[in-house]
């Protein structure tokens, strides 16, 4: 067998020299082509070894290859070499769709984005009709199938359900001091869970300025207060139509000259100016905030539901803010120093009673140096019974530090104290007494009222708002009393809401908005009130009631500093506000909140009850609730359009328009 043999050392030397050699030579071949055709690349203009685009042309001989003295001219220089190319241009500054800058600090020139104009219909009707299978269900292309709803029974249809629970009412073990007026909401699993029908011969509303005027009688079927008031000229009838002169119990001659003489009496009270927002106790058909809205004041009438149970009805038809209220046992669902006036015209409320609690709610309710207004017969008549009633309230005012401040004709007109100096003053013992340290005057939700004087905050906050309008943008004292967490200064916060929603309005909703003439506006979780102060902006003729959910921390303090009307409610439970009276709900963020506590399907029905026919839903909330609403709209008969916002289809929000068409029960 042949052995291999083993290379020697200097085979393996000459091996290695021969590889290196090669190796060198290709590297040279390769960088002189590199450096001798064009090249954007300076810095290979200087490798000379070999050109890889060469010419295969013979090689000339220069004529002077013989000539020795010849003098052979130097090379010429070579072309310099181009410039360098500039430095890019620096990025531009990124573009801001939130309300946080790109280092997470609050921004105050935050963009929303492009209007995209294919997110408008002109008439909202932005899909098909509903479309039902044989088993009644809405066939929608989602995970979720509801099935249609049917409606309710006929009684239901001015049915409010917690103030018309006749089950809860009969239970009751007192009703003597107004508690039948007050919610009693059905048990859990006995909610609404049909459509309350319209009346048979419903029409679409009159529209503002002329429904404070009139109103159509098919809207709004009751005759009761034509026979009851037709003599005060509250309200007539004329064919097929309310009619409403202006008048009142009080100012039998109309509401502006009644204005005008409360003008007269307290020129300082200055409405429009210094007094923006007023609550009317006992309203009636609210023809007193109706004429305020004239002279720029936004006005809360409340009244019971009793033997004129449709008085708020027909304020709403009419296009003025109302509530369904009762000055009874439980704090009315406003925060303290809330209004710049509180009036009450013959409001029949014995305000002596108790110790006098339900003049002590008022003066939660009133801020500190506001006004109250009283205009009732014990003001001017000089019957024996009468004169006692005007001492009871004189005394019970002085105890409470209130001036009288002009007493004329039939109105009496009192003010509250800017401070406690007063209060800290009185004789020890007096009643009534001050209310404890740890009582929140805010704390409105299912709370008694306390007989007790609500003293001041010593820093002044609720009392020194700015006059209107740059009360509206100015952030008010008591955003610092919100109970938030955020790591963000507060007035920064209030700013970045007000241009969030500034210009959303701007550059949409004002599109449609002017050619469907909405009224009435409900904003169901209202934050700090930018949606509405967007829409006063924008100046669009429509008033907005903002509704602080109970699940969140409590702003009403700082919408009404603002001067706009509020009120904090539960979703999980019913509205108190008759049926069909707002044209236009908005609901930002509230289902992917609100889904922790409450059925879904229970506030979209309860949306369906207070939406008028005709009426709009603007939902902007986060994608994974928007199946089910889609088929919860769909089927209680909504006409629904699912867009991207401005941010894109990528963006983690979706807006949900709907329109509530007009049906009629088959029965």
């Known amino acids: 067998m042949e052995v291999m043999k083993t290379p020697t050392p200097t085979s393996i030397k000459i091996i290695a020299f021969i590889f290196i050699s090669i190796t060198f030579f290709y590297l040279g071949k390769h960088w002189s082509s590199s450096s001798s055709s064009t090249s954007s690349n300076p810095y290979l203009d200087d490798l000379t070894f070999f050109n890889s685009h060469q010419t295969h042309s013979s090689i000339a ?4 290859i013989n000539i020795t003295d010849a003098i052979i001219p130097p090379p010429s220089p070579p072309p310099p070499s181009p410039p360098p190319p500039p430095p890019p241009s620096p990025p531009p500054p990124p573009k801001n769709f939130g309300v946080v800058d790109e280092n997470g600090v ?19 009707n932005g899909t098909e009709p509903v479309d039902n299978g044989d088993d009644g269900s809405s066939q929608l292309k989602s995970r979720f199938s509801v099935k249609k709803y049917p409606f309710c029974d006929e009684t239901k249809r001015e049915y409010i359900p917690c103030l018309d629970n006749v ?29 309350v029908p319209p009346p048979a011969s419903y029409k679409k509303p ?8 009139e109103v159509w009688f098919s809207n709004v079927p009751h005759s009761r207060l034509v026979e009851d008031k037709g003599g005060q000229n509250w309200i007539t009838r004329v064919k097929d139509k309310f009619r409403f002169p202006g008048g009142g119990t009080q100012f039998i001659h109309g509401a502006d000259g009644y204005l005008d003489q409360i003008s007269n009496m307290i020129p300082e009270i200055a409405f429009g100016r210094n007094t ?12 007193f905030g109706a004429y305020l809205l004239s002279r720029d004041v936004l006005t809360m009438s409340v009244a019971p539901k009793d033997v004129h149970e449709n008085q708020i009805q027909f304020a709403l038809e009419r296009g003025v803010p109302a509530m369904v209220a009762a000055f009874a046992t439980h704090r009315l669902l406003y925060p303290s120093q809330a209004f710049d006036l509180i009036h009450c015209s013959r409001c029949r409320i014995n305000w002596t009673r108790d110790d006098g609690i339900l003049l002590l709610e008022v003066n939660r309710l009133l801020r500190g140096g506001g006004y109250f207004a009283w205009a009732a017969q014990p003001v001017y008549k000089h019957e024996e019974a009468l004169e006692n009633q005007w001492e009871e309230m004189f005394n019970l005012t002085t105890r409470l530090c209130w001036e009288l401040v002009k007493k004329e004709g039939y109105i009496a007109i009192w003010q509250k ?15 009534p007494p001050l209310c404890e340290p740890d009582n929140d005057p805010d704390n409105v939700w299912y709370v008694d009222m306390k007989a007790c004087i609500t003293p001041l905050p010593e820093n002044g906050y609720g009392s020194n708002v700015s006059a209107w309008p740059a009360r509206l943008h100015t952030a008010p004292d008591r955003l610092h009393s919100i109970q938030i967490e955020s790591t963000i200064a507060r007035n920064e916060l209030f700013r970045a809401e007000s241009k969030y929603w500034n210009e959303i309005v701007t550059s949409y909703v004002r599109v449609f908005w002017k050619k469907i003439k909405f009224r009435n506006v409900l904003d169901m979780k209202a934050g700090y009130g930018g ?6 902006d924008n100046k669009l003729d429509a008033w907005v009631l903002n509704v602080v959910p109970v699940s969140g921390p409590n702003t009403l303090p700082v919408i009404y500093d603002r001067g706009l009307l509020g009120v904090m409610h539960d979703w999980c439970e019913a509205f108190d506000t008759y049926p069909r009276t707002y044209d236009f709900l908005h609901a930002a963020n509230l289902f992917s909140t609100e889904r922790k506590r409450c059925s879904m399907s229970s506030i979209m029905l309860e949306m369906d009850r ?28 909504w006409q629904v359009a699912l867009h991207d916002t401005a941010e894109g289809p990528h963006a983690s929000y979706r807006i949900l328009i709907c329109e509530k068409r007009l049906l009629r029960s088959s029965r």
């Open 417 to 431: 104290p800017r401070s406690n100096t007063c209060y800290q003053n009185r004789e020890e013992g007096t009643i």
């Open 610 to 637: 207070i939406l008028r026919p005709g009426g709009h839903v603007y939902i902007r909330d986060t994608l994974d609730v928007m199946d089910e609403l889609q088929a919860i709209a769909k089927a209680m008969g």
């Open 531 to 536: 949606f509405g102060a967007a829409l006063i």
């Open 206 to 213: 009159i529209a503002w300025p002329k429904s404070r005027d």
């Open 276 to 287: 923006r927002v007023v609550l009317d106790v006992g309203c009636g058909v609210a023809s």
């Open 167 to 195: 089950d809860a009412i009969k239970k009751l073990n007192s009703t003597d001091k107004g508690e039948r007026f007050e919610r009693h909401c059905p048990d859990k699993g006995n909610d609404l869970n049909c459509l």
């Open 61 to 64: 001989l220069s004529p002077n």
């Open 106 to 124: 609050m921004a105050n020139d935050f963009e929303i984005g492009e209007f995209d104009p294919d997110l408008i219909n002109e008439d909202w």
